[in-house]
């Protein structure tokens, strides 16, 4: 079952300029394999890449509802390519499926996060609910 979804959006050149001030911004955002990643692409790339883990960072957070802060930090999130270049998201404060897309023009880069609860969650409160009124199910 979708626990929420997440969207947001940021402009290329907003990350442009902190990507040309060196790597500062991106070692704040990014995890130590995310930046692993990041350190070996173009110029090009890194502005993409940095932008959809933010906006990916950004939206979980989103579909979190809380944004980021205390609840959700920037290394909560982390977000590795496949091979084939796909986004693979995952999280160490949530345990269900994270699904999650990056798109980019020249101008704008978006991301979105849809949170699915892990598999029988509601079932296992429901009985847990039960047990702990003194109530057989």
């Not at 809380?66 to 091979?83: C, K, P, Y």
């Amino acid at each position: 079952m979708i626990k929420n979804i997440g969207v947001d959006q940021i402009e290329v050149d907003r990350i442009a300029k902190v990507v040309d001030r060196g790597d500062g911004f991106a070692r704040k955002v990014l995890t130590d394999r995310e930046f692993a990643q990041y350190q070996d692409l173009t110029h090009k790339r890194k502005i993409e890449y940095l932008g959809g883990r933010f906006a990916i960072k950004e939206a979980f957070s989103k579909a979190w509802g809380t944004g980021i802060g205390q609840a959700v930090s920037f290394e909560d999130v982390e977000t590795l390519r496949t091979e084939s270049g796909a986004p693979v998201t995952t999280s160490r404060i949530f345990t269900g499926r994270i699904f999650s897309s990056i798109a980019h023009d020249d101008h704008e880069i978006v991301a979105v996060v849809v949170l699915e609860e892990p598999a029988g969650w509601r079932r296992a409160i429901g009985k847990l609910s039960h047990l702990l009124s003194g109530r057989k199910k």
